[in-house]
């Protein structure tokens, strides 16, 4: 149906930066909004930065002013820009978009399978 592979993600030490990139791919009419989430073990996977297809964005307080999310309607792609990054960054990232597929033209989540992200020194 529906795929979402990212990339970029690595090991990184404080204060550096990384830039995650995910793309969409298969039976997609159209992508509504796109975000990313991270999960650390043991704790729920939690909103990071979302954008709507308008461009409209929205960030958790902890990535404000350091991450910064876009996306490009044109490649169904989503990228966050991370910057000054800290160990409580330390998480597996995943990509999320709402996708409307051509078969039926009914929305779903679609989920791409995680890119780890360490900030380490």
């Known amino acids: 149906q529906v795929q979402l592979v990212e990339s970029g993600g690595g090991l990184v030490q404080p204060g550096g930066s990384l830039r995650l990139s995910c793309a969409a791919s298969?039976?997609?009419?159209?992508?509504?909004?796109m975000g990313w989430y991270r999960q650390t073990p043991g704790k729920q996977r939690e909103l990071v930065a979302a954008?709507?297809?308008?461009?409209?964005?929205n960030y958790a307080d902890s990535a404000e002013g350091r991450f910064t999310i876009s996306r490009d309607n044109a490649k169904n792609t989503v990228s966050l820009q991370m910057n000054s990054l800290k160990p409580e960054d330390t998480a597996v990232y995943y990509c999320?978009?709402?996708?409307?597929?051509?078969?039926?033209?009914?929305?779903?989540?679609?989920w791409g399978q995680g890119t780890q992200v360490t900030v380490s020194s």
């Open positions: 298969g039976n997609i009419f159209s992508i509504n909004a």
């Open positions: 999320n978009a709402r996708v409307r597929v051509t078969t039926s033209l009914q929305e779903y989540d679609s």
């Open positions: 954008i709507s297809r308008g461009g409209i964005t």
